[in-house]
């Protein structure tokens, strides 16, 4: 499993600071200055929408000029090849693979207009008048010796990255967790010593 980027919505105030970090960073590499995060909200809640890393990644199986690729552990784009088809972003599960437009780099892509329907929706209405629209997707700010720069940008530590260690880690303590909560509901109306046994195996069964 590859490492990637994960946001915790307990924490997260929507304020967009990942976001601003993340479109500079890459600007001074001269890569396209837009962010590879985006942010969703709702009355309740506020979360950072990050790309998975994938294994056998959708997005890379999907594009007909081979412009997504991955390098070790991270996705990139070829700004070169890209042709701003956004078959891509349509394959993402997670919705984190944003168009982007203009395009500093020698592009194949001819320049898109806006849809001229009503009824086009969606990522096909964000293509710029005029200009070579490409595709984002998160690489981890691989052109970067500190990693990714939205984990140091965050003001509530909202984001972290992680790897199937730390995730193997997490699943087990919630385990654990959900074991100790429901002995304490069961042992709410018997002998302490009633299920003492099953659980104590069960923990034993974890480790």
Do not use: W
């Amino acid at each position: 499993m590859n490492r990637f980027v994960v946001s915790d919505p307990a924490r997260c105030i929507g304020c967009g600071a990942c976001r601003v970090t993340c479109s500079e960073a890459h600007r001074k590499r001269a890569l396209r200055p837009a962010s590879r995060i985006s942010l969703v909200k709702t009355r309740e809640v506020s979360a950072a929408v990050t790309c998975h890393q994938c294994e056998g990644a959708p997005c890379l199986a999907v594009c007909p000029e081979g412009a997504i690729y991955q390098e070790r552990d991270r996705l990139q784009v070829d700004e070169g090849r890209c042709t701003g088809c956004l078959l891509c972003a349509l394959a993402c599960p997670f919705g984190a693979v944003y168009p982007s437009a203009p395009s500093t780099a020698h592009v194949k892509a001819a320049p898109y207009s806006r849809a001229s329907s009503a009824r086009s929706a969606g990522l096909l209405r964000q293509k710029e008048t005029g200009a070579y629209t490409g595709v984002v997707v998160c690489d981890l700010c691989a052109k970067s010796s500190d990693g990714p720069r939205c984990i140091a940008a965050c003001p509530t530590k909202a984001l972290a990255l992680v790897d199937e260690e730390m995730l193997e880690a997490l699943g087990k303590n919630r385990r654990i967790e959900a074991v100790e909560r429901a002995e304490a509901a069961l042992r709410g109306g018997l002998p302490d010593d009633a299920f003492a046994g099953v659980f104590d195996l069960l923990e034993e069964v974890d480790r």
